[in-house]
């Protein structure tokens, strides 16, 4: 009985065992909650932050839209802006009627309105007459005001410094010319050298006969045709550029210098409205005559009064073989003077020689108001003293610009020339025969490389090497032409137009 009594006892649990089976059940009901908090709290984080990203997608995007209406309604706002100008007229002439700054409100037609834009221009002149305009239009979104765009664009008329060269005649570019920057012919281009922009004629055919290379027989050649590496530029016909167009005021011209300016006169030398020292015999229309001017480094000029020459005989296409009266043998200082920064403006009524390094923004002017046509003459290279824009120089002759028998083996000159009813060039010159120079100028008859940094504006054909018989036998060897960009989107005061339409040629945010 006992026995049984112990077996009993045994299989009997006891209070022990019965709570540690509670424990159990409690501490896995713990974790499981622990855990299920732990992921709802990890979830609530993920969701968070992707609803965060959300939002903030969303504002990024409103802002990005605000940004891109802010720039458009700029862009309304400067063409705005040049329907006034192109309807106000006398802004663009003497400077009246400019309204400044105007809120031009942009809508939408289906809408209402979207934003509106702030717009400022300034006038820059010379010698008190408008040479363009910069605008400055700011844009904001009724979106979101606080973000803005603001845009620039300078309003002008196009001028001829965008070009590397412009001829009124058929040319013909050899093949040693190395040609950078547009090149363009109301007639015919031969082209046998290296171009890396536009080639253009105004012309479908033109006939090439000996003095373009295409003996024994006259042929119809296309607009432009030749055997230069550029053709996937060459372009015919294009519209003429009229030279009528180009051509300056030149009774106006010298009133702006006459005042402001100066002027060179023939008899008297007169800076800003003053007469410099007392009158002088005139060296005003003849060829053998003029006024040579070394441009300085400072910004200064160097004026001489030319009072003797010496010739010798060449030959080009519009004259023919003549007396070539280019060698200075006799001058007269008159002193050295800066051209008044608002109207650097010199207006030279002889013939010109110029040399020298060019600082500021300078144009030269020879022109004479009578029957006599004066021509400018590099009497020695002519550079910049600063290539960032700052400088350049244009000039224009009423008749020819020439590069002189005497003058350095390699040459440089820089800026915007424009022989207006001549010819920029070099004449031919010769060593034997009835014409030849005499023999102490032998050594410049063939010289060896001219580079032209800037625009070229002739008349007549333009030509600085002469080939006799198939050879070369005259002139510069080498020929180098870079165009200056700078001074296309900022040329001097009065630098001719290529069009007689305003249009922006500079566009860029601020």
Not at 92 to 98: K, P, T
Not at 163 to 188: M, P
Request: hydrophobic share 35%; charged share 15%.
């Amino acid at each position: 009985m006992s026995h049984k009594k112990i077996q009993k006892n045994r299989l009997r649990p006891t209070d022990d065992s019965r709570l540690m089976t509670h424990d159990c059940s409690r501490s896995s009901r713990g974790v499981t909650i622990i855990l299920v908090v732990a992921y709802m709290a990890i979830f609530a984080l993920v969701l968070g932050t992707i609803t965060s990203y959300s939002f903030m997608q969303a504002r990024y995007g409103r802002a990005l839209f605000a940004r891109e209406q802010a720039v458009q309604i700029a862009e309304a706002g400067l063409e705005y802006y040049r329907w006034f100008l192109s309807h106000t007229a006398s802004v663009m002439q003497n400077g009246v009627g400019l309204e400044t700054p105007v809120t031009y409100v942009v809508s939408d037609p289906e809408t209402t309105r979207i934003g509106d834009a702030t717009v400022s221009a300034i006038i820059a002149s010379a010698c008190g007459v408008p040479q363009y305009a910069n605008i400055t239009s700011l844009g904001r979104s009724d979106q979101n005001p606080s973000f803005t765009r603001t845009l620039l664009a300078r309003y002008m008329r196009p001028s001829v410094a965008e070009y590397s060269h412009i001829v009124n005649q058929n040319v013909w570019a050899g093949s040693d010319r190395n040609i950078t920057g547009a090149y363009h012919s109301n007639g015919g281009v031969r082209m046998d050298g290296t171009n890396n922009s536009d080639v253009t004629s105004a012309v479908s055919t033109w006939i090439c006969d000996s003095g373009f290379g295409c003996a024994p027989t006259n042929n119809s050649a296309p607009g432009v045709f030749g055997s230069g590496s550029g053709s996937a530029l060459w372009d015919y016909p294009e519209p003429q550029i009229s030279f009528e167009g180009i051509g300056s005021n030149f009774s106006a011209l010298r009133g702006y210098a006459y005042v402001d300016g100066i002027l060179l006169s023939g008899t008297t030398t007169r800076v800003n409205g003053a007469q410099q020292g007392g009158s002088y015999s005139s060296v005003a229309a003849s060829d053998q005559r003029g006024y040579r001017l070394v441009f300085n480094s400072n910004g200064t000029v160097s004026i001489y009064r030319v009072t003797g020459t010496s010739y010798v005989r060449g030959y080009n296409n519009m004259l023919g073989w003549h007396n070539d009266y280019s060698i200075i043998s006799s001058s007269v200082s008159l002193g050295t003077f800066t051209p008044p920064s608002d109207c650097a403006l010199i207006y030279v009524n002889a013939k010109t020689w110029i040399e020298g390094t060019v600082s500021g923004k300078i144009t030269l002017v020879a022109a004479d108001t009578g029957s006599y046509s004066p021509d400018v003459i590099f009497n020695n290279n002519l550079t910049y003293a600063t290539a960032d824009g700052s400088t350049g120089l244009t000039v224009i002759a009423e008749r020819s610009i020439q590069v002189p028998l005497v003058s350095p083996d390699t040459m440089t000159i820089r800026g915007i020339f424009v022989a207006q009813s001549g010819l920029f060039g070099r004449n031919h010159f010769t060593s034997s025969g009835s014409n030849e120079v005499p023999s102490q100028y032998d050594q410049y008859v063939s010289q060896s490389t001219l580079t032209t940094n800037g625009s070229v504006v002739s008349n007549l054909r333009v030509g600085t090497k002469w080939i006799c018989g198939g050879t070369y036998c005259s002139g510069y060897n080498t020929r180098v032409d870079n165009y200056d960009r700078v001074l296309a989107l900022d040329p001097p005061p009065f630098t001719p137009a290529a069009s007689t339409d305003y249009k922006f040629v500079l566009w860029r945010e601020q």
